[in-house]
């Protein structure tokens, strides 16, 4: 669907209310977070809570990159409950694959990872709901701060890991998307705005 941008991030061109993320974050209180799965991939607290998810799945929510060839995904309740985190995912017009929010724990590290992943075919934004000046995500070594509100993507087959030096959680809504041409184009324009590159 697109060539190679070259890149391993790129701030989109797209950005949502941080005060309204965080109400909506904040009704999901009676919601239990539930433990990430991949056990030796962290230290301290990273938990999930589905917003979208295959329907049936045996681990609800909880696959770290979306399978672009199952067609049949659900909201789940914690998504009704958050008319904001809704009206969020109607901006992208591309279809939606698994969405979750993800939190780190003050004093917790996701451990260095990659993921295969046919990036030609599926690609995640990260959402910050909640941060912290203290939280440091590097990809292939590189301090990238990101804001609460801003959207970003990243290459996830590039090592990539962060950690949460902070008092507070951070919390980060992932949103897998199938590539189409609005969704090439949009990763295309903010490869653009990148100082040094054309537009």
Request: glycine share 8%.
């Amino acid at each position: 669907m697109r060539q190679d941008l070259g890149l391993d991030r790129l701030a989109l061109p797209i950005a949502f209310d941080p005060a309204r993320l965080a109400a909506d974050l904040a009704g999901l209180r009676a919601i239990a977070w539930t433990e990430h799965f991949v056990t030796a991939g962290y230290e301290g607290d990273w938990s999930i809570i589905a917003l979208r998810q295959a329907a049936g799945a045996s681990r609800l929510g909880l696959t770290d990159i979306s399978d672009p060839d199952c067609s049949d995904y659900v909201e789940t309740a914690a998504a009704a409950a958050c008319p904001y985190f809704r009206q969020v995912l109607r901006t992208f017009a591309c279809p939606l694959l698994s969405v979750r929010l993800t939190r780190l724990g003050p004093g917790s590290t996701i451990k260095e990872h990659a993921h295969d992943v046919d990036e030609t075919r599926v690609a995640q934004v990260h959402i910050p709901i909640t941060t912290n000046n203290d939280v440091d995500f590097r990809i292939n070594g590189g301090h990238c701060p990101m804001p609460a509100g801003s959207v970003w993507w990243f290459r996830l087959s590039d090592p990539h890991s962060v950690t949460n030096r902070g008092q507070t959680d951070r919390v980060l809504m992932l949103v897998d998307l199938v590539m189409n041409d609005w969704l090439a184009a949009l990763l295309t324009r903010a490869a653009g705005t990148v100082p040094g590159r054309a537009a």
